[in-house]
Every structure is written in C-alpha cells, then in structure tokens.
C-alpha cells in the first residue's frame, strides 16, 4: 500500500463507522434526501476524511491505528498515496 | 482527601466539579501540562469539550501529559472519577472499556435523568445500595455507551456496570442502559451523568453529592 523509504508522500486516510454500528448521522441524511426527490438511496454512512503529508509513510499504519482511528468503532483505509 | 479536578483546555464543567469535591475535603485544579499528581487521594476529570472535541470526544485530550499521571495514581490503585467528557477521554486513554458514541436521535441532550446505582463496590458508590435511584442531569452529544457484547457480557457479569439509566430514562441509545462503569481493577469509574451539577437542593437535586461523599468517607475508613 506504501512504499517506504525517500520523500514525502500525500496520503488519505478513510475513517469509517464498522460494519453494524448505528450511525445516526448517515440515517439523518439518509431521511432527508427524499425531501430533494432523491427516493433511491439506501445505506448512507458517513466517516471522515484525513489527508496528510509525511516523510515516513511507514508509520501511517500506526499513526492510524494511535490517533485517526478508534479501531474498536472504527475501521480506516489509506487509499491514495501519491509521490 | 485531596481532590485534584483535572482541567484541559475546554474544560467547561472543572468549576462545579471543583465546587462538589470541596464539600468532602480540599480540592485543587490541576493543569493538562502537568505531570505529576503527587499528594492527591482522589482525581476527578470534569466534563466539558477538550481540545474542542476534535478528531473524537476525549481523543486528544488522552494523549495529554496530565494523563500519563493520572495512569501512574489509577495504577497504583487510586481513586479516578470521569464525568461526561472525562468519562470519554478514559476511554479513549484506554483506563476503561467501550467507547461513547453520538447520541441515537443526533441530539445534544439537557436534562435531568433517573439513574441506578447498579453497583456500590466502587470507592464513588460504597455508601450506596445497588438499586438507589439519584435524579441527576445528563448534557452531551455523544453519550451512547458501546462496547462488542462480549465485553458487555463480562462487564455485567463482573458486577463492572456501575450506573443504569432507569427504565425510561436511557437519553441516549446506551447499550443495556449503561451509563457508568468501572475498571477491572475497581477504581477507575466513569460515567456521563453528572453528578457535580446536582449537589444542592438550589440546583434541583443534591442526589450528584453521595459520589464524592463515598470517596471521602472511604479514606476516613482507610
């Protein structure tokens, strides 16, 4: 997923509620997009997106695992990591 | 008993909770920065919004200096009391189990509640009875305790459930009506209710008062 050694790199991280917890914020905007007409849309979860840049993206893994995320309610992604 | 009422930036509830605390004997605020909480008996993390709430309740303020101290005194057996915001941070410092989620209907919710002492093998519950009822307001955003259900299994099954919300009360989606547990080891409780609001009959209720009382009277027993 990361390459290590040299340089900087630009990551995100992908913060999302696990699979089966409630998530009161997704039903909210879930509830009120049929109010736009929007009458199709099913399983709106909402998480939180963090981009960063580091000079050891080795470390991204735990940095996410110590702060980003709350592993116990949480799961996380790093999804793009550019040069 | 010295009481140290810990205070982070944010801190909103450190006054009243400073006020309950000495009542029952000499109470001190404490800063974030520090590191040490030598010549205390009990410490108490107020509610409030650390570090703004950012990232997740109580996530920033657990990595605080203050808190390496406050796991060096629950380590060695001391007293700690989480309330509401202090209830999320020792969750997310890992001193307690489960997490407090956003509340189920999205809400901030203000208001008085009915709570059960589930357990009075705590040093804030012991001169309690499991069963008594303590009217005492609730004020939070993301109150709703959660924790996998083997953990919940083992919580009620080791008598670590310290307060339930009575039935009808529950404000927030809390699994199993939990609104308060303890440590493995029995002296770290937390709980969201908060107990500092509601010690004078001029606030509503004095019922709040018998948590700090309890940790008082326990080290004149000791």
């Not at chain 2, 380590?75 to 489960?98: M, R, S």
Request: proline share 7%; charged share 25%; glycine share 10%.
């Amino acid at each position: 997923m990361v390459e290590t050694g040299g340089g900087a790199v630009k990551a995100r991280v992908l913060i999302r509620p696990k699979q089966g917890l409630l998530d009161p914020q997704g039903q909210a905007i879930e509830r009120a997009l049929p109010a736009l007409g929007f009458d199709s849309v099913r399983d709106v979860r909402v998480g939180r997106l963090v981009e960063l840049e580091t000079d050891r993206p080795e470390r991204l893994q735990e940095l996410c695992e110590r702060l980003l995320c709350n592993t116990l309610i949480e799961e996380f992604e790093i999804v793009e990591v550019e040069p | 008993m010295r009481f140290a009422v810990v205070r982070f930036p944010g801190s909103c509830d450190d006054r009243d909770a400073l006020l309950a605390c000495s009542r029952f004997g000499e109470a001190h605020f404490v800063d974030h920065r520090e590191s040490d909480l030598a010549g205390f008996d009990c410490v108490v993390i107020p509610g409030g919004f650390s570090y703004g709430d950012y990232l997740r309740a109580g996530a920033l303020a657990g990595l605080s200096p203050v808190m390496g101290a406050v796991r060096r005194f629950a380590a060695a057996g001391g007293p700690v009391l989480g309330i509401c915001n202090g209830f999320q941070v020792l969750c997310e410092a890992g001193l307690l189990p489960g997490a407090l989620l956003p509340n189920c209907g999205l809400r901030f919710v203000c208001r008085e509640v009915e709570v059960e002492v589930a357990s009075a093998a705590t040093p804030f519950t012991r001169c309690t009875e499991p069963g008594t009822r303590l009217r005492i307001p609730v004020k939070h955003q993301s109150g709703r305790y959660w924790a996998p259900p083997d953990v919940l299994d083992t919580l009620e099954r080791t008598g670590r459930v310290v307060f339930r919300y009575a039935p009808g009360h529950n404000p927030n989606g809390s699994e199993r009506n939990i609104a308060g547990v303890v440590s493995a080891e029995g002296n770290v409780v937390g709980l969201m209710p908060h107990p500092e609001h509601a010690v004078d009959a001029l606030l509503g209720s004095a019922d709040g008062a018998v948590l700090f009382e309890c940790v008082a009277r326990a080290e004149v027993a000791a």
